[in-house]
């Protein structure tokens, strides 16, 4: 049997491995020196720490560059990540609050939208279907906004809102937005005009063409008066040619008859304008006509005195112009009041005329006043007028007035629901 020889005490070294290095040719002779390979020994103990192992890179000849241990990263490096967080942050947050307060402000929108919802009543859902069945458009709010090239341009104001010029199917029209503190206000003050203007149809009184009513917006569309309303001519006469009396007579005489021919209508659903109508309407008393009677009244008044009928910048005996010219009549002092008025002689008969039936139209008790009917008649000299009564007893006694009475004036009857700025002047030749 053959025996195994020993292994060799040591092994020749491998030729080392570099993938970088170029191969040796086949048929090159071997390097002349070898370096020793290292030797097996399996009893050694394992080295305390072992050689790093060279890199391996393929693709680049260079290693990357490492930062050594003991070298601190570049200033602008620390600079721009500190600045990116910075910016980041306050990205996120803005968009955060942005966020938060889009969710809150559509909430409190709907809140708001539901509890306006909630105060249109019943009665004035049915009072909206009335008003279309007079054949009264019904506008949207988008509709007014264009047709007064969103608002742009005004007409006047008074106490419950604005009155803006604007076009609608070629022709202008006067788009009054009402306005007030309160909702139900606002709701009053629509449902009183609606149910005059909107039902009373004559030359002489200004004709509602339509209406806009949402929870957020409501307005009226009124004619727009070429030559504006009576009251630009009553009370702003030293601006241009004065009206005649022979003029605001017939403008009288036709009001009251347009009036005559509509006393089947009677404003069930609202109560006025605070200073602007009947006694009644602020007490717990039946509506009827003989409200627009009183307004007549307070009207002629205005025509009158080509004034307005309450006018605070005046003394205290000259502040409420009704009151004033029962003063001058009941003393027999009219010709001392037409002279106040600046009225013609001509004019006198006419013009007591006109004010012994005002007294009447006004008398405190709706029962005492005439009908519009008897009015007219009166006007045109057909009836009689007959002496009237102290028609402000209610407010005084002993002819003295007390102290604060031209408060309680404004706010018991002030002026009237059909005032001079509702009479047109349109159809006049002025």
């Excluded at 909702?183 to 002489?204: D, L, Y």
């Excluded at 005996?317 to 106040?340: H, R, T």
Aim: some cysteine; hydrophobic content about 35%.
């Amino acid at each position: 049997m053959s025996s195994f020889a020993s292994p060799p005490e040591s092994f020749p070294p491998a030729p080392s491995f570099n993938p970088g290095s170029s191969q040796p040719s086949p048929g090159s002779s071997p390097p002349e020196s070898l370096p020793p390979a290292p030797s097996f020994n399996p009893s050694a103990s394992p080295p305390e720490s072992f050689p790093p192992s060279p890199s391996f890179n393929p693709g680049f000849s260079q290693p990357f560059p490492l930062l050594s241990s003991g070298s601190s990263p570049p200033v602008g490096l620390i600079i721009g990540v500190v600045v990116g967080a910075i910016v980041l942050l306050v990205v996120c947050l803005g968009a955060c609050g942005l966020l938060r307060y889009a969710k809150s402000k559509a909430k409190k929108a709907n809140a708001i939208g539901d509890e306006e919802s909630q105060s249109i009543q019943p009665a004035m859902v049915q009072f909206l279907d009335d008003i279309e069945r007079e054949k009264i458009i019904r506008f949207t709010p988008q509709e007014l906004v264009t047709a007064t090239n969103n608002f742009a341009i005004i007409l006047g104001s008074g106490g419950f809102g604005i009155v803006y010029k604007g076009i609608i199917d070629n022709n202008p029209v006067a788009v009054k937005v009402l306005s007030s503190t309160s909702n139900q206000q606002i709701e009053k003050q629509f449902m009183a005009e609606v149910s005059t203007m909107g039902r009373t149809h004559h030359f002489n009184l200004v004709r509602l063409y339509g209406f806009c009513f949402e929870p957020s917006f409501t307005a009226l569309v009124y004619e727009f008066m070429v030559n504006g309303s009576l009251d630009n001519h009553l009370f702003k006469a030293n601006e241009g040619a004065m009206i005649g009396f022979d003029k605001l007579y017939e403008i009288a005489l036709g009001t009251a008859r347009g009036l005559r021919d509509n006393t089947h209508i009677t404003m069930t659903g609202g109560r006025g304008t605070p200073g602007y109508a009947a006694p009644e309407l602020w007490m717990p008393l039946p509506v009827t006509h003989k409200c627009d009677v009183y307004s007549f009244g307070m009207l002629l008044f205005e025509i009158i005195g080509r004034r307005k009928n309450m006018d605070i910048t005046l003394g205290d005996s000259q502040q409420w112009f009704p009151v004033c010219a029962w003063g001058k009549y009941e003393k027999n002092q009219l010709k001392e009041l037409m002279i106040d008025c600046e009225i013609e002689d001509k004019d006198h008969e006419i013009v007591e005329r006109m004010l012994k039936v005002a007294f009447c139209c006004v008398q405190y008790r709706p029962e005492t006043r005439p009908a519009m009917s008897i009015v007219v008649k009166m006007l045109e000299g057909v009836v009689e007028v007959p002496g009237p009564l102290n028609p402000f007893t209610h407010f005084f006694s002993g002819g003295n007035e007390p102290s604060g009475f031209s408060n309680r004036i404004m706010l018991s009857v002030g002026g009237s629901d059909w005032s001079s700025s509702e009479v047109g002047t349109s159809s006049m030749k002025l």
